[in-house]
């Protein structure tokens, strides 16, 4: 007769099998156990329902072993407390995913959705102005954290700057200036900041009923110093006032201008921003609309509807006929799941 136990590894197997893909104990211990991220709890050795894997002490500290045949149910790895083996953890809770551009003629980093869903909202009066990113006047390619009132302005704000702006403090200086309703734009760090002044007990947005924002999230797998990204451009005799787009495509960093250049992503880790080696987000799993370009092709973003928000407002900008949409399909899921994984994984290697 089985135990209580044996039953609940049973059922817990049963929902492996139907729900997620199936983890062998190799994946845990090349992941895992080997690069010393094991945490020694033994919940791989217990939890196994077949006694294959058991604690080794020969080394003088517990380590996971393989002792019999691994069934590949997953239990071990998806019980282990440094794994992320569900979608959720992985990319974050979303209500529907879409690649999306917009109709209008703007070139958009990719599809031109972000700007143009933050010119809709406010053309719409969803908000009364947008955050965004805009060229600093003296120094090209510096961003420059912008209030914008018009649908105009919010379109003309396209495209993707690899350095931070302070998007969190202009919004809170646009409140003070009078603004009410704000839909900022802006790295995962960014989404964060505005995330814990919406749900701390102190938080600025949870106290203020006056004031409301709908978050844009860029996707981003990192970002680079401006100093550094304009010293590094120079040392291959690449002004920046000559540059018309950079991104990040295929493990590249590209310019596109009077000089093209791409080096491999690597090659900039010396001009990385600091704070983007503790960061293991990168689909901005806590905005309304996260945007990216993983999983479409280069001229669509890719789109994750998370909150009510930004479902009622992705439905309008679709319904108004500024953005076309077209659910992403399964593969294309998968990819941005993989991306997500290498910058959550890649803590652990460095
Ligand atoms: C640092 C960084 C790294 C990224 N890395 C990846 C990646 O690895 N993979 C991937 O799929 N996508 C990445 N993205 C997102 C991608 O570059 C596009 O922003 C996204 O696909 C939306 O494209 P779009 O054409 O819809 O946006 P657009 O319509 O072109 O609008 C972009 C909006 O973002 C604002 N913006 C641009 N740069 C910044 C900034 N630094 N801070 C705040 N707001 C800004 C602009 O002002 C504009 O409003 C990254 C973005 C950034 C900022």
Redesign the pocket.
Known sequence: MKTDFAKTLDISKKWLKENVKRFAFKKLEREIIKPGICVKCGTCVSSCPVDAVAADYTQGTMKPILVGKCIGCGICYVMCPRTFANRSDIIGEFRSIWKAKTTSNVR?????????L?AHMIEEGFVDAGI???HDKEKPWK?KATVVTSGEEARD?????????P?VGRMLQAFQEGHHALAV???SCAMDSIARMKTHPAGLLRIDLRRDVITLG????K?FDYPGLIAFLASHGIKPASVEKME?AKGKFKVIGKTLGSWPLADLDDVATKSCSYCTDLPAMNADIS????GSEEDW?TVLIRSVKGEHVFKSAIQSGVIEAKPLDEKSIQFIEKMAKFKMLKKYRD
Not at 218 to 221: A, G, H, T, V
Not at 291 to 294: C, D, E, P, V, Y
């Open positions: 958009g980093q990719n599809g031109g959705v972000a700007s143009e933050v965004v990113a805009t961003p704000s396209h495209g993707t700057f690899y350095s931070q702006a998007v734009v802006g790295m860029l996707f981003c797998m970002s990040i945007l990216g370009n993983f973003t």
